[in-house]
Each structure stands twice: as structure tokens, then as C-alpha cells.
């Protein structure tokens, strides 16, 4: 098993930036897809960015592209997620989850975190 923990969350203005770290232990996080997620208040939680196991492939939710990057390095056991211009909008809980497949759905995703606070004001 592989253990998460987010770090990197908090108060924001609009148009402003945070990195998100993904620490893991337990195993290297070499052997799986990484992704990150976001849950804002009576949503449900939604992929952001997912990253292969060698880094080479990503994928971003529309509403984020041109503005957030993830990025991962397995030497470190970790994964990052740096997010640029932010909106009032982004405001949510984002966490980090760990996959055996580069999985498409939430559910389908084997190891989480338990999560980081961002907010940003307008």
C-alpha cells in the first residue's frame, strides 16, 4: 500500500498562486498514475490533473488548462501540482490519489490522500 499526504493548501487572492505537494510512503510511487482531484462544498469530487507513471503523459480538466501543471518526481516520492491565476471557482478540497491504471473515473482510483484546504477570494 501507499500512503498520501497533501500539503500546500490555503488563503488565496484571485489571480494568485499555490503549489500543492503529494507526499507518499510505503511504496514508490513509480508503480502507479497519480492524479489530482477536488471536491468544493455540495459537488462531488472531480479529476483536475492525472500524470503517467514516467511523467511523460498528463491530463488536465478544461477548466484548468494553460493554468495548472502537474508534475511528479519518483526519485523524491513525490507529485506536485502548481496552479497559476487562480479563481474564486477553484475553491474546493484537492487531493492527491494514487492508481494502478491511468484511470479515466473517480472511483477506479486505489490510494487517496486526505486532502488539502484551498480557497480563493475574489
Known amino acids: 500500500q501507499v500512503q498520501l499526504v497533501e500539503s500546500g493548501g490555503g488563503l488565496v487572492q484571485a489571480g494568485g498562486s499555490l503549489r500543492l505537494s503529494c507526499a507518499a510512503s510505503g511504496r514508490t510511487i513509480s508503480d502507479y498514475a497519480m492524479a489530482w482531484f477536488r471536491q468544493a462544498p455540495g459537488k462531488d469530487r472531480i479529476i483536475v490533473a492525472r500524470?503517467?507513471?514516467?511523467?511523460?503523459?498528463?491530463d488536465y480538466a478544461d477548466s484548468v488548462k494553460g493554468r495548472f501543471t502537474i508534475s511528479r518526481d519518483n526519485a523524491k516520492n513525490t507529485m506536485l501540482l502548481q496552479m497559476n491565476n487562480l479563481e474564486p471557482e477553484d475553491t474546493a478540497v484537492y487531493y492527491c490519489?494514487?492508481?494502478?491504471?491511468?484511470?479515466?473515473?473517480?472511483?477506479?482510483?486505489?490510494?487517496w490522500g486526505q486532502g488539502t484546504q484551498v480557497t480563493v477570494s475574489s
Open positions: 490519489a494514487a492508481g494502478s491504471r491511468y484511470y479515466v473515473n473517480t472511483a477506479d482510483w486505489d490510494y
Open positions: 500524470i503517467s507513471r514516467s511523467g511523460l503523459v498528463t
